[in-house]
């Protein structure tokens, strides 16, 4: 039986951005809040990488900061993986820990977030952004269900095998999410668009997730202004 502590457990397998795997109850309760999102305030911005290290958790950051600075949105962003990069960001940027949520910059962090959380969270805030680390196959539906879906591909050598070995289900989005990459070669990502009809951009370099400079801003506004309302797109389970 699953336990109801937390209605979710963590699938804790391998580094950096592996993805919260979330128990069929808990599933169920998140694809409601997903489902009822065009009847609330919130925009969901759903960020995942296809591997370990392909800069998801730093887009995030630097998507959340332009939305609050640039936009000026009241924003949250919620962690929905098991990295527990965010305890250790608090630490960093505030010196204190455990703080529910904590705020750097005028965006509230939500670590180690949960459904319920999400439900109280669309009503409070105008965009949340959802870091779901690596996205795995099964747990697509939720990413699938934000308003605004932004999957980061790694176009390093060493990493293009487990790219390409995911291209049926990557690419189930391709008329709505928004591919991008922030490392490996240009040949790389030419040659995967040529081939694979995955369609990458580069995301412009910055090395600080929280200083958006010109070029910055103005790619980042692309995608948020092809925002499309939430009700055209939320299938159920």
């Known amino acids: 039986d699953c336990p109801e502590k937390e209605g979710r457990q963590q699938e804790r397998e391998g580094a950096e951005g592996s993805l919260v795997c979330l128990k069929t109850k808990e599933k169920k309760k998140m694809n409601r809040y997903f489902s009822n999102a065009g009847e609330r ?3 969901t911005v759903g960020v995942a990488g296809t591997a370990t290290g392909s800069g998801s ?5 630097l998507f959340a900061n332009y939305l609050s600075a640039v936009e000026q949105k009241r924003t949250a962003l ?3 993986n098991a990295t527990g990069a965010f305890r250790k960001l608090e630490r960093i940027c505030t010196g204190d820990e455990g703080k529910r949520p904590f705020s750097v910059l005028d965006v509230d962090y939500y670590p180690d977030s949960t459904g319920e959380e999400l439900g109280i969270c669309l009503s409070r805030y105008e965009v949340l952004v959802l870091d779901f680390g690596v996205l795995r196959e099964e747990c697509t539906i ?3 269900q934000c308003g605004i879906v932004c999957l980061l591909g790694s176009f390093s050598e060493w990493k293009l095998e487990e790219l390409i070995s995911s291209e049926s289900w990557i690419l189930q989005g391709r008329k709505r999410w928004h591919y991008l990459m922030t490392f490996g070669s240009e040949e790389a990502r030419k040659e995967a668009v040529r081939r694979y009809r995955m369609p990458f951009r580069r995301v412009p ?3 600080d997730a929280f200083s958006i400079n010109r070029e910055t801003a103005l790619f980042l506004e692309e995608i948020w202004r092809d925002k499309r309302e939430k009700s055209q797109f939320c299938p159920r389970n």
Request: no cysteine; glycine share 6%.
């Open 205 to 207: 370099f910055v090395p």
């Open 142 to 144: 939720q990413f699938h």
């Open 57 to 61: 958790t730093h887009f995030a950051l």
């Open 41 to 43: 305030q919130g925009v």
């Open 78 to 80: 919620l962690e929905w």
